[in-house]
């Protein structure tokens, strides 16, 4: 069966806009406060990557991980989020965001939240992740936390 997604927000998914403090020596942005965010959602590792011009990453899930998406530029990614969880009130909804250096944001991405992204800013883009989890658990010896829908041809998670 292949579900219809309803263009709509989704539960726990939470965009904050990132402002950037501008002086003669570049600029200052906050990307994380612990003041903002309920306690179990506090970051356990940070990671930043590099993607390039019209590539894509994902779609893929969590399923007890929280990310932290910062993206704040040099270059602007199209976001597609769609609600995998069957019990949330916004089960398939799907959202599409665009964030980066003309809109700079945070993006919190809940465990059950397909999500993926796509460099579409025309130059190389740089994007920080602050999860709630370790990757592969503690020195890295548990399980992955990581369902990839993109190795699968039969995907309904369709990055358009």
């Not at 460099?119 to 548990?142: D, E, F």
Request: proline share 6%.
């Amino acid at each position: 069966m292949n579900p219809t997604f309803n263009m709509a927000e989704i539960n726990g998914v939470f965009v904050k806009d990132i402002k950037k403090h501008i002086d003669e020596r570049g600029w200052l942005a906050e990307l994380y406060r612990s003041d903002e965010m309920d306690e179990p959602l506090f970051p356990q590792m940070a990671y930043i990557s590099l993607t390039m011009p019209d590539i894509r990453r994902g779609p893929h899930e969590h399923i007890y991980q929280t990310d932290y998406f910062c993206f704040l530029g040099p270059s602007d990614f199209k976001i597609i989020l769609w609600d995998n969880r069957k019990n949330s009130a916004t089960y398939l909804n799907k959202m599409t965001l665009f964030l980066g250096e003309n809109k700079p944001a945070a993006l919190m991405v809940p465990p059950g939240v397909v999500h993926a992204y796509k460099n579409v800013g025309g130059k190389n883009g740089l994007v920080i992740n602050a999860a709630n989890k370790l990757y592969a658990g503690k020195m890295k010896k548990s399980e992955i936390d990581e369902i990839r829908h993109e190795s699968n041809p039969d995907t309904v998670f369709i990055f358009d």
